[in-house]
Each structure stands twice: as structure tokens, then as C-alpha cells.
């Protein structure tokens, strides 16, 4: 393989990534043609190879061919434990839940995750295998925010019920396309940051559209949870500047930028937070859901037993037809699993938002994986916050999120020990 450094790939260099990625060991070309089939859905948009399961096909390929890869080892993680001892819970309240029928029905939702984290883990296991699989996310994730911002644009940035539409997937429905963009947001902000002086005028605003167009998607979604959790991210990404006259102008004229995109119709519903059936359903929702976790505080009603517990226990409460998912991540694990299931996930959560601050030191020394990793921990934060009012646990969110910061941190170790 030609010796050559990953700062020859920057940014977007793809003759060279092209030539490294040929040389590359089979299981890391189904890795990438996973997360890329996943989040850039081709087969949606040319139908006519949309004849096979092209996520699926990928993943067994990564997982018939890792150990034929020399380069993987067995990375040593509390969070690899950590969600195999969330796995087990969920088996196990799937055994006793109360309707195991609907348990078994939803068993892809977690265990899938659970392969495609360990695949990720451990395939991806180099800089420049980090760096050529983060890339191919960012470019697809974006891919997706250009189409979508775009599509708020040309329809004169007003207010449509169903907010905006991504790819047929995890990603179709307004408010989950709202937290992917949340994941992407932080994370090209930072490849801005660090590649902004390296890389060509041309690259830097590729860039910079990467950056931007994410935040007009989140803004368009018509996702309230969604868009209070980027003001956080805003918030917090800018916090040092917030005390400098420049910094503080450019925050604030930003804010009141995005504020006046916002269409009338979506200030009202902010203005009506608490009042509209909507958030009065979720509000039922959540305070059933907490009676649910202290009834059965081991292990819940039973892995995704939610909707139809509680269409029979309190159908006086049902202001809509048909009873849905908590719409809070963390009623959803509880009531999925009690507190041996909320325990170990909050774990998750809270180690994706700490490890962003503690590489913070290595900043100097490895800027890319450092800058990388605290975008993806903004990413997490972000997932959590719009995750109190949607059902998305179970989603890609958390768990890609989860392996890159894994993959990243076992890189960046080895990295320190060369130097």
C-alpha cells in the first residue's frame, strides 16, 4: 500500500482517498458501502436498483470478511459492555413483557445496531480508515441537507404540517431528519474549523455548505424539540465568543436570522407549547409512562409493549385514535426495560457527552480525531435534547454516534503511543 499520510486526503482530495480506499481490506469496503447505501439511500433515488437489501447485503459481507482482517483487534471499551449488557436487558424483558407478541416483532430495531457498532468498532481501526468513513458520512448526511434545504427554499422558506421530508428509511419523517442533521451540524462545524486554512477556496465552502445547510434543514423540519436543541448546540459551540463584543453581535445577528426563516405558523406553535393536542398527548403520554417504570420499575411492560399497554389501561386519556411510542427517549427505554434497562443506557448517553470534553487535551497533538470526536459528542447532546420529544431511541443516532467516538478514541490511543 502507497505510504502516504491522511492529511493528503484533506479535504476532499479523491483521487487519493479513491486509490487508498482500493487497497483497502474487503471488510472496510462493506463498512463504507453500508453507511453509505444507509444514510445516501441511492436506491431510492434511482429505483431501478432498488431490487435487494443493499444495508443488509453489506453488513453480513463486514461481518463474514472482519475476521479475515489481520489489522482488527479486539478493542477493549466499557461502552462495548455497556450495550451488551443493555442488549441482555432487553432480551430479557422481551421474555416477560407483558405482550412478548409485539416484543419479538421489534427485535431488528436494537440488535441490528448492536452488530453494525461492533462491526464499526473494529473495521474501523486506523486514521485513515477513520477519516475515509467519517467523510463518506458527513458527504452523504450532507447530500441529504442540501436536498431538503433546498427544498425549503424553492418553497419560499413557508411552513408546510409535515415540516420536511428525507429519504424513504430512518431519516424520511421530519423531526428524525431534524436529529440527523443535529449529528451533522457539529461535526462539519468543526472539519470547518480545522481544514478551513488547509484546504482550497473551493473546499472551504463545500465546507461551509456543509455546515450551513443542516442548520436551515433543522430550521424548515417544523421540529420544535429539534430546533430547541440546536440553539443549545449554538449556544454552547459559541459560548467562549459570547463574551466578545465581535462574537457576541455575529451570535446574535445569527439568532435573529434563523428566527425570522422561522415561518408564522411555527412561532404560534411554539407560542401554543402545552395547549395543542399534540403536546397535551405527549404530556399524557410521559406522565403515564413514569406511572408505567415505578409499576414495573425491573423491567418495564415489555420491549416496545408502550403503545398497547397503554391503549389498554388508559383509553381515557387516548386523544387521538390510535395510541403511539412515548415520544421521550427515556420512557421509551423505561417502560421498554425498568431502571436495568434506563441505567445502562443513560450510561451510554452520558459517556458520549464526556468523552467530547476529556480529548480536549490532545487537541494540539491529533486535531482532527479530537475535533471529529467533540462534533459527534455535540451530536449526542444534540440526539438527547430533540430525543425528549420524539421516540428514536432505537435509531441510528446513539449507536453510529456512539461507534465513531469508540473507533475515534481507539485510534487517537494509538496515535499517542507513536508519538
Not at 258 to 277: A, C, I, M, V, W
Amino acid at each position: 500500500m502507497q505510504k502516504i499520510s491522511v492529511e493528503n486526503f484533506y479535504f476532499l482530495k479523491v483521487g487519493i482517498i479513491w486509490a487508498h480506499f482500493r487497497a483497502e481490506h474487503f471488510s472496510f469496503w462493506m463498512i463504507c458501502g453500508y453507511i453509505f447505501f444507509e444514510y445516501a439511500r441511492p436506491q431510492s433515488i434511482f429505483p431501478v436498483i432498488d431490487f435487494l437489501p443493499w444495508a443488509q447485503i453489506f453488513i453480513l459481507g463486514a461481518l463474514s470478511s472482519v475476521f479475515l482482517d489481520k489489522s482488527v483487534r479486539w478493542v477493549n471499551s466499557s461502552i462495548s459492555y455497556t450495550i451488551l449488557a443493555f442488549s441482555l436487558v432487553i432480551f430479557i424483558s422481551s421474555v416477560t413483557a407483558i405482550y412478548p407478541e409485539i416484543s419479538s416483532e421489534h427485535y431488528i430495531n436494537l440488535y441490528s445496531w448492536v452488530v453494525i457498532y461492533f462491526l464499526i468498532i473494529h473495521i474501523v481501526n486506523s486514521k485513515k480508515r477513520y477519516y475515509i468513513f467519517l467523510l463518506i458520512f458527513v458527504v452523504c448526511a450532507a447530500k441529504i441537507a442540501i436536498g431538503t434545504s433546498k427544498t425549503w427554499a424553492l418553497r419560499g422558506f413557508s411552513f408546510a404540517s409535515w415540516g420536511l421530508s428525507g429519504p424513504k428509511g430512518y431519516f424520511q419523517n421530519s423531526g428524525e431528519l431534524a436529529i440527523l442533521m443535529l449529528t451533522l451540524f457539529p461535526v462539519s462545524y468543526k472539519l470547518y474549523l480545522f481544514l478551513k486554512d488547509k484546504v482550497s477556496r473551493l473546499e472551504k465552502y463545500v465546507l461551509l455548505i456543509f455546515t450551513i445547510t443542516p442548520v436551515l434543514t433543522i430550521v424548515g423540519a417544523s421540529s420544535r424539540g429539534s430546533q430547541i436543541a440546536l440553539l443549545l448546540q449554538l449556544i454552547l459551540l459559541f459560548r467562549k465568543g459570547l463574551f466578545r463584543i465581535k462574537s457576541l453581535v455575529m451570535v446574535v445577528a445569527l439568532s435573529f436570522f434563523l428566527y425570522e426563516l422561522l415561518p408564522e405558523e411555527q412561532k404560534n406553535r411554539f407560542s401554543t407549547t402545552g395547549e395543542d393536542k399534540t403536546s397535551q398527548q405527549r404530556l399524557l403520554y410521559w406522565e403515564h409512562g413514569i406511572d408505567m417504570i415505578l409499576e414495573y420499575p425491573v423491567l418495564g411492560v415489555g420491549y416496545f409493549n408502550f403503545a398497547r399497554y397503554y391503549a389498554d389501561h388508559f383509553p381515557e386519556d387516548m386523544l387521538y385514535e390510535h395510541a403511539e411510542l412515548p415520544h421521550n427517549i427515556f420512557i421509551q427505554v423505561g417502560t421498554d426495560a425498568g431502571f436495568m434497562g434506563l441505567i445502562p443506557f443513560s450510561y451510554l448517553i452520558f459517556w458520549g457527552l464526556w468523552v467530547g470534553w476529556k480529548v480536549r487535551k490532545h487537541i494540539d497533538s491529533q486535531p482532527m480525531l479530537t475535533m471529529t470526536m467533540i462534533g459527534t459528542s455535540y451530536g449526542i447532546l444534540g440526539f438527547t435534547i430533540a430525543g425528549q420529544f420524539v421516540t428514536v431511541a432505537y435509531y441510528p443516532f446513539l449507536w453510529i454516534g456512539l461507534a465513531f467516538l469508540v473507533s475515534g478514541n481507539n485510534v487517537l490511543r494509538q496515535e499517542l503511543k507513536k508519538s
